[in-house]
């Protein structure tokens, strides 16, 4: 006789399928038929799942056989899934405190089911004859099973390697644990890293740097780590001080569950984590412009970050740093990019150049925006290619009129700081803005 563990999934306050996993390995997931069928009102758990018409959608969805739904047959959940798992040192913490096996997959995303990144949740279900039959012969295959049920307590789940807590701010601006307290604001506690010297006042400063230069980043704040010293379940940095505070903006929604559905785009392509650095801008790109509800907006936003992302040395940039967000009134199908978050000069610690993905199929990774480049990606994305310069040359002005100031303020150490500017000095598009600045300085007829 064979084991069961199933999980029911839920978007929101909708039932979307089902979660299961048969103790030889192998898991699935399958959709409810009545979420399959809901046509225009069925909200979007992913962008994968969604094909050219509703047609080929629902046909997608019924499918018992989609290979996006299987895991990799050792373990290992459906890429959708495993992409909701925290990862690096909270996963093994999660993993420890829930008694977990180290490649127990399914039971940490039950621990952590009801806390989930967006608007997912995971919890135990227990399936009757009916149920198991559906699940497991597509109701007309004979099949000797038990179902299993796993105790769903109160874990969390943030993706991302560097260290993280949940925390809530109560009244009186007090920060507890998420799991005690789900009332206040949610927030993300991004704690010193111990390979990184002053990693959150770095992230600090990166993000303010970002904002400065147009983009649309996540809500931070940089803050005393002694302000949640009784929450630390960490061993951090003897130099640790301080801690990055960021807004969740897939919490504190209105709506019914007060959660607002995201997904990153490893999601979005069915990718799993470890192969996270395999894909490129140009794949991203063109699910914005086909899904977002900004379109060509967000496509520039996309350029904006990359442009940013190069001069601040962030060589990092993998498909788990870029989200879509679902809209909460109106559609809630539509979603756009979401803000930015986990931007980081790693220019400041290290030397380099280039992006972590590549930017069209087929390239290596680690290259730099340069024009023969920004031409395929005009081709790929077919916007004009004056539209894309013209992005990028505002991007720049932005951060080079205002970003020698920034860096002088911000909490880098003096390394870093020299660092930092010894990388932006080395970068051509800097090189070229400046020599635009010495010509407009230059007097009438002289040479710049």
């Keep these: 006789m064979s084991m069961l563990r199933s999980l029911r999934i839920r978007l929101g306050t909708v039932d979307a399928g089902s979660l299961f996993a048969l103790d030889d390995g192998r898991c699935y997931f399958r959709f409810d038929d009545d979420y399959a069928m809901q046509g225009a009102a069925r909200p979007v758990l992913s962008q994968l799942y969604c094909a050219s018409t509703e047609e080929r959608t629902r046909a997608q969805l019924l499918d018992p056989a989609l290979a996006a739904n ?18 690096g040192q909270l996963r093994k913490h999660l993993i420890q405190r829930a008694g977990l096996a180290p490649d127990d997959e399914f039971g940490l995303l039950a621990y952590c089911g009801k806390d989930l990144p967006g608007d997912v949740s995971a919890v135990a279900e227990e399936l009757d004859e009916r149920g ?14 038990s179902s299993g049920q796993l105790p769903v307590p109160g874990g969390e789940s943030l993706s991302g390697v560097q260290p993280k807590l949940g925390l809530v701010k109560g009244a009186g601006g007090r920060y507890v644990m998420r799991s005690r307290d789900r009332t206040g604001a949610h927030f993300i506690a991004k704690l010193p890293a111990t390979d990184y010297p002053n990693m959150p006042q770095v992230e600090f400063a990166s993000l303010t740097l970002a904002a400065a230069a147009g983009v649309a980043t996540c809500e931070f704040a940089l803050e005393p780590l002694s302000a949640i010293a009784e929450h630390l379940p960490f061993g951090l940095r003897n130099d640790a001080s301080r801690f990055l505070l960021v807004h969740r903006f897939d919490r504190d929604a209105a709506t019914p569950t007060g959660r607002r559905h995201m997904e990153d785009f490893a999601q979005v392509t069915g990718t799993a984590p470890g192969a996270k650095y395999v894909g490129t801008y140009a794949a ?5 412009l086909e899904r977002s509800a900004r379109g060509i907006e967000d496509v520039f936003e996309l350029l ?15 498909l788990k740093n870029f989200s879509l967000l679902y809209e909460v009134s109106g559609t809630p199908q539509q979603a756009v990019l979401s803000p930015a978050y986990d931007i980081v000069a790693y220019a400041a610690y290290v030397g380099g150049n280039g992006h972590a993905l590549a930017f069209v199929p087929g390239q290596k990774g680690k290259q730099l925006l340069t024009p023969a480049i920004l031409r395929q990606l005009a081709n790929l994305w077919r916007i004009p290619e004056p539209k894309l310069q013209a992005v990028l040359v505002e991007t720049v002005e932005r951060a080079m009129t205002q970003w020698p100031a920034l860096i002088a303020t911000l ?38």
Excluded: T
């Excluded at 010495?438 to 009438?444: E, G, N, S, T, V």
């Design 70 to 87: 299987r895991g990799d047959g050792r373990g290992g959940l459906p890429p959708f899934f495993q992409n909701l798992l925290p990862e």
């Design 132 to 145: 198991l039959g559906r699940l497991l012969g597509q109701g007309h295959d004979s099949y000797e099973m």
């Design 284 to 288: 991203i790109g063109v699910v914005l």
């Design 304 to 318: 904006r970050r990359i442009k940013v992302n190069e001069l601040l040395g962030n060589f990092d940039a993998h």
């Design 411 to 448: 909490p880098f150490s003096d390394a870093q700081r020299d660092r930092l500017l010894a990388h932006l000095d080395a970068n051509a598009s800097v090189a070229a803005w400046r020599r635009r600045a010495a010509r407009k300085q230059a007097p009438h007829g002289g040479q710049a």
